[in-house]
């Protein structure tokens, strides 16, 4: 369902302020210049309203969080929250995650969220999975040495697809559980996984930590690499 116009969203938008990027290519390099006593830097694709955002953003204050959304909609609901919380290690962009490096230099993200993409059914449709190697090629060319992907999502055909495609581009994957609330409630929720933990559907997590890529690779893989 497509999420309903906000009224005055430019106006809602500005009165957040330094918040929201409007030009995140001039900070390509740079973003540590916003905070200079970050010991960390994470990049969440696809905040949405920004529970988890400003749920992480508050856990962790020493750590910049970078939230990238494509719905301005949505993303002016988590850009008030984080203002009304007075956060300042947490910046909100309008990006596309197919084009990261365009936004961030090389290395200087340590970590990326990956929290219930859409899943994309069916074959043809693969390459748009935000865990397809394409992608997770993508992300490397950001991350630093030991870098991450932290991956959740409620889709049990997707978290089993994903298993598979992280070993191929040299992610080691860690923490895997496919029912991550099974013993209460572990870490901070996003708004949508909050509403589906409550229905009593399993959550998936894992973490996938950068390794050297393996050689040669194959398939799609390659082929991105290559492109």
């Known amino acids: 369902m497509r999420m309903r116009k906000k009224p005055n969203l430019i106006p809602r938008l500005e009165a957040c302020g330094n918040l929201v990027i409007t030009a995140p290519k001039d900070y390509r390099g740079h973003w540590r210049e916003l905070m200079p006593t970050a010991k960390e830097v994470y990049v ?6 920004g529970r988890f955002t ?8 020493d ?23 007075g956060l300042i290690n947490v910046f909100f962009i309008d990006a596309d995650a197919a084009n990261l ?13 990956v929290n219930f993409c859409d899943p994309w059914p ?35 055909d997707l978290f089993e697809w994903s298993l598979f495609q992280f070993p191929k581009v040299g992610f ?3 923490e895997v559980t496919r029912d991550l609330h099974a013993n209460g409630i572990c870490g901070v929720m996003t708004d949508y996984e ?10 998936n997590r894992c973490v996938g930590t950068m390794e050297p890529l393996p050689e040669p690779l194959e398939g799609p893989a390659k082929a991105d690499k290559e492109g």
């Not at 509403?195 to 959550?203: R, V």
């Open 172 to 174: 080691k994957l860690s």
């Open 194 to 203: 909050a509403k589906f933990h409550a229905l009593g559907t399993p959550i």
């Open 44 to 49: 969440e694709l696809g905040c949405g309203k």
């Open 122 to 156: 069916g074959a043809r449709y693969a390459k748009r999975r935000l865990t397809h190697p394409g992608f997770l090629l993508r992300y490397r060319k950001v991350l630093g040495e030991q870098g991450q992907i932290h991956f959740k999502t409620d889709n049990h």
């Open 63 to 85: 750590t910049m969080l970078i939230a990238i959304e494509r719905v301005p909609d949505a993303m002016v609901i988590a850009a008030e929250r984080a203002r009304e919380l």
């Open 54 to 61: 400003v749920g992480t953003a508050q856990a962790e204050p």
């Open 101 to 113: 490096e365009e936004y961030f230099a090389p290395g200087e993200v340590d970590r990326i969220y």
